[in-house]
């Protein structure tokens, strides 16, 4: 019974209070429909972002097959080094091996790569 009660003694609003609530409504609706928009916005960036190509293709030596040493055998290659070339130091990542050295009192860097047997850089440091 007391919950018919409390529906009845519920008055309508004053006329200045009834457009404070409606204005409150319509801007609930707009806000609400800002942010359902800003947030398919969103989900279409990630989606857009996923799936694109952005038409940069793999570097030439990543697309390359892996090099793969033969069991039991060790490889066997020679590095046509420049005449006079005096090695400073070699790395090795992969199948590429980097040679900085001199020759001529000029620095150079060479990469050698292993799969193919030749040096396919040669870089000639300078001083500015």
Known sequence: MTHLDDE?????????MENVRRKMIK????????MAVMFLAVLVAIGYK????DGRSAPA?????PFA???GQPL???ADLPAGFRVLSTSLSGSQMLILGE???V????VFDLSLGRIIADVTLSEK
């Open 76 to 78: 066997s290659l020679t």
């Open 50 to 53: 996923l799936t694109r190509d």
């Open 8 to 16: 009845q003694d519920e008055k309508p609003l004053d006329p200045a």
């Open 107 to 110: 620095k150079k860097t060479l």
């Open 103 to 105: 020759a001529e009192g």
């Open 61 to 65: 030596a990543t697309v390359a097959q």
């Open 27 to 34: 801007l609930q609706m707009v806000s609400g429909g800002i």
């Open 69 to 71: 040493v033969p069991s």
